[in-house]
């Protein structure tokens, strides 16, 4: 690989994340202002749900806020929420997402299908997984540790000033977005764009299995990555479908962080996994786009 190749995949990653500077910042700018202004009413309204947990959690985890699944984590680790409304949520939750679809200025029709189609599927998961598991709910206050999460995963949602806050998710995705791309660019240089999209896309069981893989990385990297590879057409939509549902951000890292029983994390953990791998690979097979 010559010296000018490398060079030219850098200028163009540059200018590419360039691009999306201040989409980013102004849709980081309205998310942090929603999760100052709605995060603990979407707590209380998702411990107050009871049976219709699965809906709330559904509904409310497609609206873009700090430390959701964390919450939800630490909600069924005291036992306050059910396994079904905890996988709502889960599949459901877009991260890092949303921010990218809008600042690369997807259409709003395409964003809304996708955000749908990911609340539907938590949903009804949510309430098929709750008839099979019926667990006792222990109504007793948990402690949460959000705040405590979100520093230690970047987010500082619980911060003062929100644009401070919306500058450090910009500043972190930009980077992520930076050296994607710049790899991105170098494996189409070396192996060719067709060949790379062949190899990542077009195959009904392997894409959405490694996507799911990939969406199960507990930290925001992953939705970034595979929305950019989805954006990039590298990925076919059942493939990011699958890595979309199964990443639910930080909310397995504290599953596995604040629940004891390390058993019943797996189980859930293969739980997504399994659900999220066989919505994207009915979407690949229906040959379904957004």
């Not at 690989?1 to 990653?13: F, Q």
């Not at 984590?73 to 409304?85: E, V």
Request: charged share 15%.
């Amino acid at each position: 690989m010559t010296l000018h190749v490398v060079e030219h995949a850098i200028r163009h990653a540059i200018e590419d994340g360039i691009k999306v500077l201040p989409f980013l910042f102004v849709t980081y700018l309205v998310m942090e202002y929603i999760e100052h202004k709605a995060g603990k009413k979407a707590e209380q309204a998702i411990k107050k749900a009871g049976s219709f947990g699965p809906l709330i959690g559904g509904v409310m985890g497609i609206i873009p806020q700090c430390g959701f699944s964390a919450a939800a984590s630490n909600l069924y680790a005291g036992r306050i929420i059910t396994l079904g409304t905890l996988l709502a949520v889960f599949l459901s939750t877009s991260d890092e997402m949303l921010p990218i679809l809008i600042s690369e200025q997807v259409s709003i029709s395409a964003i809304g299908k996708i955000l749908a189609v990911k609340a539907a599927i938590g949903i009804v998961a949510g309430f098929l997984i709750d008839l099979i598991f019926k667990k006792q709910l222990h109504q007793e206050e948990e402690e949460l540790r959000i705040e405590h999460m979100c520093d230690h995963e970047h987010c500082h949602c619980n911060e003062g000033k929100i644009g401070r806050s919306a500058l450090k998710h910009t500043l972190q995705i930009f980077f992520f977005i930076f050296v994607i791309t710049l790899v991105l660019n170098l494996l189409i240089e070396m192996v060719g764009e067709d060949a790379l999209a062949g190899i990542l896309s077009g195959k009904p069981v392997i894409g959405p299995l490694v996507a799911g893989l990939v969406g199960l990385i507990p930290n925001c990297a992953a939705s970034v990555v595979i929305t950019q590879l989805y954006l990039e057409g590298m990925l076919s939509a059942g493939a990011m479908l699958a890595g979309l549902l199964v990443g639910a951000g930080v909310g397995v890292l504290v599953l596995f962080r604040v629940n004891d029983n390390l058993k019943e994390n797996l189980k859930i953990t293969a739980i997504l996994y399994i659900i999220g791998v066989l919505a994207g690979m009915i979407t690949e097979t229906a040959g379904l786009i957004w």
